[in-house]
């Protein structure tokens, strides 16, 4: 029998998951450890929600979840409840499928005033995560300005600007939805330090901002470059340039009878932000491209003035104390997810915060295949009945998906007409319903 341990109930643990029953069907157990009390990590906390379609994938890891094989170990911390060492004796592979939910820090001045979030805290808000319950972000003045040009911006821009009717069907927390729907915002500006070409924002995710109830996006025709020279992009950029150069065709009439603009602001990288006990403007320094396509400053600076600066500029993977960590990259030093031999790391763990949900399918499938070789037939571990008395004698409530599946229960039974959900933000809640 093979004893492996994920740690992370994301796409990438539960991908694992599926891929060690397919390879090793009866003879392996699998337990994913997290230290919430409910699965799914990104897809719970970190997709938007008014992605109802890319949630449902859910469903597909409940399949996995239900198996005989498998186990859900929720509100369980590795590092503080269980040391990484401790599950290298207990199970034949470790496997951290960790994501990456810290923000990439701003490293410019002002960066740590009231009013500056990082997208994982602001995401995390309207997400109901509880790490971000309390986040309180200052809604009521006009202008926030969102740096970065992903789609995670692009989240940022649409959550802030839909109203309570559009987010029918979603499971946006009602916090946040009573936040938002009062909301004074009136323009939001989106700074991208390079240009039009250089995004990092797909068509589909592009396209929703032009389909906007009460607001309309806003490109300046003087950034985009000549249109022959789309030519040279690949089609799913072509496509979000198209959008692009859409938005710059939006006749002005139109954006009179919306109430929030969305301006893209290319070639602008935010040098500062001010303000005397909070945030008050951010200053921002005029960009063009050298030859590797890399920003460099003009020297030209303005402000703009605003009220909140959320920073969605990439995320990064905590760290674990003993466990090989590459600081620059923001993820666990391996080779092709291998850390030794018996620990390994996959998804946004292994390598860095990029691709879609769908690309951590063949990652899992990909470090399967490197724990059987390495592995073996077990090695006559422990496993489970392991872990399980060492929580024991340290007092740990573990939550199961039995439990989660009350505490889901206890969601719908809450959600108010027309949502999925109302879902629980404080842990004790959460283990109370699962209880
Ligand atoms: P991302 O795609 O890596 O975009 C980060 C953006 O931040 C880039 O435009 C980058 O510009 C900019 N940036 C980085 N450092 C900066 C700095 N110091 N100052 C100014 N700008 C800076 O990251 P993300 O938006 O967080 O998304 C993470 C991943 O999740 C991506 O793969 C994304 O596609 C995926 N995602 C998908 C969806 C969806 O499919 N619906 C939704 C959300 C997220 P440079 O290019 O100049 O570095």
Redesign the pocket.
Known sequence: MRHIAIIGSGPAGYYSAEAAQKKFGSDVRIDIIDRLPVPFGLIRFG??PD?QS?KAVSGRYEKVALSENVRFVGNVTVGTDVSVDELQDLYDAVILATGAPND?K??IAGGDLPGVFG?AAFVGWYNGHPDFADLEPPLDGRHVVI?????????VARILSKTRAEFGGSDIVSHALDRLDASAVEEITI????GPH???M?P??LGELGHLARATPRVEKDDLPDIGEDALLEPGMRKSVTHLREFAAIPEAYRADKDISINFDFFA??VAIEGDIKVDRIMVERTRLDEQLR?VGTGETYAIDCSMVIS????ETPSIDGVPFEHGRGRFANVEGRILPGLYCVGWARRG????IGTNRPDGYTIIDMVADDIGEGEGKTGRPGLDALLETRGVQVVKFSDWKKIEEAETARAREGAPREKFVRIEDMIKAGG
């Open positions: 997709v938007a992605h890319i990439r701003l490293e997208s740096i970065g040009n992903g789609n995670v911006a692009l989240d700074l991208g330090r390079r250089q995004i990092a797909t589909k995710e990288a935010p920003s969605c500029i990439g995320y915060p990029s691709g879609t």
